[in-house]
């Protein structure tokens, strides 16, 4: 299943454990974090604009959402 990865868990059984969350596409971040953390309670979640640079180290409990949506009209002043 694509977006679970299997680990060896404590008890000595395997655990599944999410690495993406296609369901929170098109939610505001803040819903998107709640639904991650319900799942990963331990990640660090990151909020950034689209495009923006990222290093490239991989760390296992970060997720990083990028958003990319207007919140209010824009005006001049």
């Not at 599944?16 to 098109?26: A, F, L, M, N």
């Not at 998107?32 to 990640?43: G, N, T, Y």
Request: charged content about 25%.
């Amino acid at each position: 299943m694509a977006g679970v990865v299997r680990s060896a868990a404590s008890s000595g059984g395997e655990e599944e454990r999410k690495t993406s969350w296609p369901e929170v596409v098109g939610l505001p971040a803040e819903e998107a974090k709640k639904v991650i953390l319900k799942d990963m309670p331990d990640a660090d979640i990151v909020v950034l604009p689209a495009g923006s640079p990222v290093t490239l180290d991989f760390r296992s409990n970060r997720v990083r959402i990028f958003v990319d949506t207007v919140a209010g009209t824009p005006t001049i002043g």
